[in-house]
């Protein structure tokens, strides 16, 4: 395991001979002998072919193959895993690239306009080191099991499903706002089963209604037992694009909010943004009902699709969920940081609500508090916990992470 800059191998990627002699300098001050360049991404290409290396600086602007052809090539060619980007051309650029190259598969270790300066070249190393050892540390997932349709109708028949529940907290002060439901299934045979595989399988054979209301009975029985120990906050539920075009979801929820003596005030749907560009209509016109009968709207993994700020103004919604990748490592890159400051702005100007999800780490915390975000959900605070976990946390683990952030 590499455990310091100086044993990496890297390749420096620039059509500009003098920019590429600079960022081997870069390197080379840092104490890094194994330095590759090349002069385009077919170069480049072939120097990967020969060795392998652990980073590749990638500059956009190249004759004959560009750094996209080049990211694109390596993400397929599965070359390696970490680059990082950079271009004299316009910072939102250079960081769609970035998320481009995240989505291929690649790890983006920043994001820089050029010139590249020391401290940023030094960060980045220093976090692919991180990530060596956070990996060598973490158990390896296991491989996902393929499920059918067949064992997921029986899951939901024999009450297989479960929810965790994530809490959303305050920024400042650290108060539960509220929880997001997550469903969870743990095959008695196959382990659990992640909620990205089963709700797109139940999506695909017409069970997601059936599940959606099922896993809404469970969350509304575990907001009626809180609500029997004192404890008030927010229940957050997901719900698929699917479901807002089921005509009957509305009327029936407010007779369950009824039967369970839960208030609509309490009760956020959180849809995704890119649910909002399809059947826009008549999605549109289940959340009015769903507002009009006092349930908030939260718009969810915002900054991952494409909904420009006039078809968000036109959603009857509250809140505003920023996606993980926009958040994450939002310190190490300015442009991120750019684009989720404005993200932010817009959020504040349509008056709602921004909770920043995926907050994994002090940095990522302190910017989200500096631009101002109002709520806060992620592996930072806490992960998704099951109910007798959530209670344990409410009553010690919350004051003790008050305790631990005054401390710095
Ligand atoms: P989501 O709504 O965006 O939920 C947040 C996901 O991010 C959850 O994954 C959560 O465990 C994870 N997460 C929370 N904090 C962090 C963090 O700091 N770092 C990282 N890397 N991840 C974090 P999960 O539980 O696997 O759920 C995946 C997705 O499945 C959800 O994304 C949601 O779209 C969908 N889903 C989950 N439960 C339901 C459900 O009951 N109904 C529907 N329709 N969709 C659901
Ligand atoms: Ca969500
Ligand atoms: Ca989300």
């Not at 590429?20 to 890094?32: F, I, M, N, P, T």
């Not at 290409?45 to 390596?74: C, H």
């Not at 070359?79 to 939102?92: C, F, G, H, R």
């Not at 005030?265 to 009009?292: C, D, K, M, P, Q």
Request: hydrophobic share 45%; net charge negative.
């Amino acid at each position: 395991m590499k455990s310091v800059i100086s044993e990496l191998s890297i390749l420096v990627t620039d059509d500009s001979l003098t920019q590429r002699q600079y960022a081997k300098e870069l390197c080379s001050d840092l104490g890094v002998k194994d330095l590759h360049d090349a002069a385009n991404g077919a170069d480049a290409l072939k120097v990967l072919e020969a060795r392998s290396v652990d980073v590749v600086l990638v500059d956009l602007e190249m004759p004959i193959m560009d750094g996209v052809e080049l990211i694109r090539s390596m993400a397929q060619k599965k070359m390696t895993s970490s680059v990082i980007i950079l271009s004299a051309k316009d910072p939102i650029l250079i960081a769609s690239v970035g998320t481009m190259a995240e989505a291929d598969g690649l790890h983006v270790l920043g994001t820089f306009q050029k010139p590249l300066l020391p401290d940023a070249l030094e960060c980045s190393l220093l976090r692919f080191i991180q990530d060596i050892k956070n990996q060598a540390s973490e158990p390896k997932a296991p491989v996902e099991n393929e499920v059918t349709a067949l064992e997921l109708s029986e899951a939901l028949a024999n009450g297989e499903l479960t929810l965790a529940f994530q809490p959303k907290l305050t920024v400042h002060g650290l108060m539960l706002k509220g929880v997001e439901a997550l469903a969870r299934w743990r095959h008695p045979q196959k382990g659990a089963i992640s909620p990205g595989v089963f709700i797109p399988l139940a999506e695909r054979h017409g069970m997601i209604d059936a599940l959606t209301r099922n896993l809404l009975q469970l969350a509304f029985e575990h907001k009626r037992s809180w609500q029997n120990y004192g404890l008030r906050f927010n229940l957050a539920f997901n719900l698929s694009p699917l479901s807002l075009a089921d005509s009957d979801m509305v009327d029936w929820l407010c007779k369950l909010t009824e039967d369970y003596g839960i208030s609509p005030s309490e009760v956020t749907f959180e849809v995704t943004e890119n649910a909002l560009l399809g059947e826009l209509a008549s999605a549109i016109r289940t959340l009015a009902r769903l507002r009009l009968k006092g349930f908030h709207i939260s718009i969810d993994d915002y900054g991952t699709g494409f909904a420009n700020a006039q078809q968000l103004s036109r959603v009857p919604a509250t809140e505003l969920k920023i996606d993980r990748s926009l958040v994450h490592r939002a310190a190490a890159r300015p442009q991120q940081r750019t684009i989720l400051a404005s993200t932010v702005d817009l959020a504040k100007k349509l008056n709602l609500t921004t909770v920043a999800e995926g907050v994994e780490t002090e940095e990522d915390f302190r910017i989200i508090t500096d631009l101002g975000v109002d709520l806060v959900q992620g592996y930072y605070l806490s992960k998704p916990l099951f109910p007798d976990d959530l209670l344990v946390w409410i009553k010690s683990g919350l004051s003790q992470l008050r305790r631990q952030q005054e401390q710095k």
